[in-house]
């Protein structure tokens, strides 16, 4: 049996939530891989054991992002944004400012993001990363990242907001046709992303 379900976004399971343990819920049933992301999970729960405001940014050593891995509609495809601030390539995401329902945060940002309607997220995460980020302007910190694959509705039509340069689709092999390269947590979370989304889509998932 599938570890995955597909929700909409009126599912109860996607309300916003201000109590930490909602993110501690998520990081704990997040259905990751061995190595790196595994460990991360261990790093993030500590640290959000140690920062009651690891959920707002203005925890100044670093905050809880949610992100999505945005997959058309056959699962063969995911849409990344060319970041604006940072100038490289990422899948949709962001702060959650204060919503510790990181699914909702990362499905929220899809949404804003690419400009498409009726997304669905998959539950539980599928991935998590912890980098540091120097955005213009702001002092250096870390970003803990819990990612969901998100899948779009079939004829789905992106549009950027101010937050991005351009939006493109691409598969697994496209990746090495983006300029600037993209980098290796992106890629693992790509290839993690359409690997769950080809079981979920073919009715892996409830």
Do not use: Y
Not at 176 to 196: C, I, K, N
Request: net charge negative; with cysteine; charged share 25%.
């Amino acid at each position: 049996m599938s570890p995955f379900a597909l929700v909409d976004q009126d599912d109860p399971r996607l309300v916003s939530e201000v109590a930490l343990t909602a993110a501690v819920d998520h990081l704990g049933a997040a259905h990751l891989e061995a190595g790196a992301p595994e460990r991360f999970r261990r790093d993030v729960l500590a640290f959000v054991g140690e920062h009651a405001d690891a959920a707002h940014r203005s925890c100044a050593p670093g905050h809880l992002t949610g992100s999505a891995l945005v997959v058309d509609a056959t699962g063969r495809r995911t849409l990344l944004m060319l970041h604006r601030k940072l100038e490289r390539w990422f899948q949709p995401g962001g702060h959650a400012d204060g919503d510790a329902n990181l699914a909702a945060v990362a499905l929220r940002e899809a949404t804003e993001e690419t400009g498409i309607a009726r997304l669905r997220v998959v539950l539980p995460a599928i991935d998590l990363d912890v980098h540091r980020v120097e955005p213009p302007g702001e002092d250096p910190h870390l970003h803990l990242d819990l990612r969901f694959l998100v899948v779009a509705p079939q004829g789905a039509e992106e549009a950027g907001n101010h937050e991005s340069l351009a939006l493109r689709w691409v598969d697994e092999a496209g990746l090495d046709g983006l300029s600037p390269p993209v980098d290796d947590s992106t890629r693992r979370l790509v290839r993690r992303g359409l690997a769950v989304a080809g079981e979920v889509l073919a009715g892996g998932g409830t």
